[in-house]
Structures are given as C-alpha cells and as structure tokens.
C-alpha cells in the first residue's frame, strides 16, 4: 500500500501552508498529491502550480467535475497536465452533485452514471489521439449538419497512459467505477464496510471484460495525538459538511453512506442541524465512532493498526489529508502515517 496526500480545499487562507505540506510530503517518497474542486480553485490550476514546484510526486485531479467541462477541454487538460509535468498526472472525474452541477454549472443532473459513461469514452478517446467522434444520449461530436469535424489532440504523448479513476458513492456508481475506469477515489472509506463495496466494484469489472491492476484509493482524515475523542473532534466539522450539507435534504450521497454504514439516525440528526445552520452542533453530532471508522486517529503506535486494517481490506493507496490546528502539527501527522507505513507487514 502506498500514501498519497489530500490537502483539503485550497484558496482559504493557508496555501502557503499546503504547498510547504506537499513539499514535504514528497520529501517523504508520499506516491501523489491530490486536488478536489467544488465551486473555489479549480483543480487544474492548483495542480500547475503544484507540478511546477515539485518534480516526482504524482499529481491527481480529484476530480475534475463532468459538468464544468466538454470532454474534449478534460482531455486537452489532462493532456496538458501530464505533458508538463513528464507523465505524472492522474485523472479523476465525477458528476458532483446536483446542487453544483445545476446551481453553480447550469447543468442537468439527470442520469449521471449514463453522462459519465459517455464522458470517460470520450476522454479515454482524445487521450488516445483518435478522431473523435461520438453519437450518443448525452453527447454528440461532431454536431450534426455542421462545419465540424472530427479532430484528434494535438498535444505529443508522453508515453505515459493517463490512469482515469471515478470517484464513486453508492454501489451503482461504484459498478461504473469496476467497468470502466483504472481505480477509484473513495472517501469516508471504513476497512470494515469496503468489502461491500469492492464487490460492488468487481461486479462492474467483470461486467466490463477488465483485467490486470485497479487502484483503490481512499482519502481519510489524518489527527495524531493520545486523545481519540479529541483527535475525531477535529474531524468531526469535515463530517458535518458532507454528510450534513453536501447536498440537498432529499439527495445527499454522504448522508447515503452514512445510513448504509449503519448510522441512520445519527446521520438523520447531522442533516438536521446542518441544514438549520447550526453548524458546531452538526459537528458535535457526529458519533466519534463513524470518524474513527472512516479516519486515521491517535497515537504513532495504533496509526499502524489501522493503517495495517485499510491494506489488509484491500486498498492500494491511502491518500490522508493531516489536520491539525497548524502547519507543524499537519505535517507532524503526515511524518507519522509515513512513518507508520514503514512498519505494514
């Protein structure tokens, strides 16, 4: 199992911060580096400025959001992030949710898993140097009874094959995930419950025809320290956002999980208090038992146990994302699951 890092959102005041934690994460041989996007930083940007600082770790769009691209300007993305950074670049894509996609894109949320589907095809295409042309539900290029015509990438390849990972929620995505892309991007990852959905996964792949490796990696919230209860309480607010308010009462795929991983009723009372804007009591609500299940939390010595647990379960990288109330306590937690990761059987 390998590390990658997660430096949470970025444009909120300690980028200086992130950058000097990249810095040292790739001092410590950490695998990539991962960039979310919602509606601040895109993505793209920050990973430029990542490349242009660091010359080995790798660099992973998590994600690129399906509806604030084409295709084609993912592709040409892609292509222009792993050109410049000699091969290192590493594609996620996801439809977001509805809240953003219509909101903040102006774009349709309906059928997402057949938008995807159409979508990594066409990525997949261009990456490829092909023409591309498509006819499809979703998407159709060229257009019809146009001047259009079908073009390839004009970007010279690296030799390096751009890995496309879904980031994935409920079972039905995560098939799509198993089918046709090379890993997937997990969150709120419990070693207890991702047997379930590597299933869900592996159904997808044999669906697909698809053999040789998968990536399975899984972001979870890093705090080192003797106290367990204080250490999920630093968490507890990146909890209260997603399973809370990361998305409407009626569609939220955080909430989803929570309730699938059996946490129901508590789920039901994070939404409750998030969405009445009460936020410190959304966070106090979340059981320390749900962030320990899904975090890294406590002690070098018990980071091991756990991290030995999420290897044994089946995940390929652990991408952490250190919190802590400053930049020497993130990046003393990141030197301690590194450290940790040496001592895996």
Known sequence: MRLGLSCGFWGMGRDEDNLALVDRAEQLGVSVVW???AYGPDAATVLAWVGARTERIHLG????????????MTAMTAASLDNLSGG???LGLGVSGPQVSEGWHGVPFGKPLGRTREYTAIVRTALARKPVEHAGEHFTLPLPGGQGKALRLNVLPTGHEVPVYLAAVG??????AGEIGDGWLGVFVSPDYLGEQLEAIERGRQTGGRQGAFEVDATVPLAVGDDIER???LVAPYAALYVG???????????A???????AEQARRVQDLYLARQWRDAAAAVPVQFVDDTSLLGPPGRLVERMQRYADAGVTTLTVAPWGEDLAARVHSLEAAADALTHLR
Do not use: D, K, W
């Not at 769009?61 to 084609?72: K, N, S």
């Open 35 to 37: 960039a979310s996007e």
């Open 61 to 72: 769009a998590g994600v690129l959001q399906i509806p604030g691209r084409t295709p084609a």
């Open 88 to 90: 290192r670049f590493r």
């Open 171 to 176: 079972p039905r995505n995560l098939e799509l």
């Open 231 to 233: 250490c999920a309480a």
């Open 245 to 255: 308010g990361m998305g409407s009462r009626t569609q939220n795929f955080y909430n």
């Open 257 to 263: 999980l929570a309730v699938r991983m059996g946490y």
